[in-house]
T-cell receptor
Framework: ETGVTQSPTHLIKTRGQQVTLRCSSQSGHNTVSWYQQALGQGPQFIFQ???????GRGNFPPRFSGLQFPNYSSELNVNALELDDSALYLC?????????????FGPGTRLTVL | AQSVTQPDIHITVSEGASLELRCNYS??????LFWYVQSPGQGLQLLLK??????LVQGIKGFEAEFKRSQSSFNLRKPSVHWSDAAEYFC?????????????FGTGTQLKVEL
């Protein structure tokens, strides 16, 4: 069974650019959540996708957007990058979006904005 | 809004000593509570979770946690720490507005183990 994978591992962008991060969910999982983890902080919920539809969003501006594909893999897009967007971006998949289903996390993508 | 507080940013213990990591939560209903561990360069691994029932829950790697509703706490314990337990530990509360199994994390506790 393949776990959650994310690409790329590391990324360096400049302020104002756009970035796309990718996540492949664990086999059999139809729900993907994205989290932002700034240095020295706990992960913060960005949004969740369930069967290709957004199923909840945290306190992030609209320039953070996402997609989920029919195979349940997902993308996180960030437009107009700001310095404060530098963080580890974590993707997690689960069987579905109900509260008692464990989320399985990928290793993350480290984004640096210069 | 739900929130999680981990009062200890750093903790250092000797190998073989007991460990307790503190976690306090704020949540309007019966919470779903989790402890995760994060090693450098790794994603988050679930140690244990509490949904209902027995307030003392057992997890992986010899960890346990006790849910105390009266204190709004969910402290993580281990009787004897191993050097490989050095990592960052996050307490989280699940559910709530904004997403079915959205997690709200604390700021984490960095555990150092002295040999």
């Amino acid at each position: 069974e393949t776990g959650v994978t994310q690409s790329p591992t590391h990324l360096i962008k400049t302020r104002g650019q756009q970035v796309t991060l990718r996540c492949s969910s664990q086999s059999g999982h139809n729900t993907v959540s994205w989290y932002q983890q700034a240095l020295g902080q706990g992960p913060q919920f960005i949004f969740q996708y369930y069967r290709e539809e957004e199923n909840g969003r945290g306190n992030f501006p609209p320039r953070f957007s996402g997609l989920q594909f029919p195979n349940y893999s997902s993308e996180l897009n960030v437009n107009a990058l700001e310095l404060d967007d530098s963080a580890l971006y974590l993707c997690a998949s689960s069987l579905d979006g109900t509260a008692y289903n464990e989320q399985f996390f990928g290793p993350g993508t480290r984004l640096t904005v210069l | 809004a739900q929130s999680v507080t981990q009062p200890d940013i750093h903790i250092t213990v000797s190998e073989g000593a007991s460990l307790e990591l503190r976690c306090n939560y704020s949540y309007g209903a019966t919470p779903y509570l989790f402890w995760y561990v994060q090693s450098p360069g790794q994603g988050l691994q679930l140690l244990l979770k509490y949904f209902s029932g027995d307030t003392l829950v057992q997890g992986i790697k010899g960890f346990e946690a006790e849910f105390k509703r009266s204190q709004s706490s969910f402290n993580l314990r281990k009787p004897s720490v191993h050097w490989s337990d050095a990592a960052e530990y996050f307490c989280a509360v699940g559910g709530g507005p904004g997403g079915g199994n959205k997690l709200t994390f604390g700021t984490g506790t960095q555990l150092k183990v002295e040999l």
